[in-house]
C-alpha cells in the first residue's frame, strides 16, 4: 500500500510564490517518476512538471522559467516552486508518484488559488 500526501498550495498574490511539497509512504521498492500535474473543473488533468529518478525534469511550456521541480530520493519527497504566479495557474494540484514494478499513484491535491 502506498499513500501519496501533498502540501503547500493556499491563496497568493500574481506575482507571488509557493512551494508544494509530496511525500510517498508505504511499500515502496523504488520511485521512477515523480510529477505534477493540473486539473481545474471542466478541463482535462494536464502534467505541470515531472522528475526522473536520476534528476532529469520535463515541464509544460506554460510553466518554464518560473516552476522548478525537484526531489528528495531518500524520503520519497517530490517538491514544486512556484514563482511569478499567474491567474491562469489556478488549479487543483496533483501529485503522482510512479513506484517501480508496482504501479502509479495519485495525491488527493492541493488547491492553489491566484488573486488580487
Known amino acids: 500500500q502506498v499513500e501519496v500526501v501533498e502540501s503547500g498550495g493556499g491563496l497568493v498574490q500574481p506575482g507571488g510564490s509557493l512551494r508544494l511539497s509530496c511525500a510517498a509512504s508505504?511499500?515502496?521498492?523504488?520511485?521512477?517518476?515523480m510529477g505534477w500535474y493540473r486539473q481545474v473543473p471542466g478541463k482535462l488533468r494536464e502534467l505541470v512538471a515531472v522528475?526522473?529518478?536520476?534528476?532529469?525534469?520535463t515541464y509544460a511550456d506554460s510553466v518554464k522559467g518560473r516552476f522548478t521541480i525537484s526531489r528528495d530520493n531518500a524520503k520519497n519527497t517530490v517538491y514544486l516552486q512556484m514563482n511569478s504566479l499567474k491567474a491562469e495557474d489556478t488549479a487543483v494540484y496533483y501529485c503522482?508518484?510512479?513506484?517501480?514494478?508496482?504501479?502509479?499513484?495519485w495525491g488527493q491535491g492541493t488547491q492553489v488559488t491566484v488573486s488580487s
Open positions: 508505504g511499500s515502496i521498492r523504488s520511485i521512477y517518476l
Open positions: 522528475i526522473s529518478g536520476g534528476g532529469a525534469t
Open positions: 503522482n508518484v510512479g513506484v517501480s514494478r508496482q504501479g502509479v499513484y
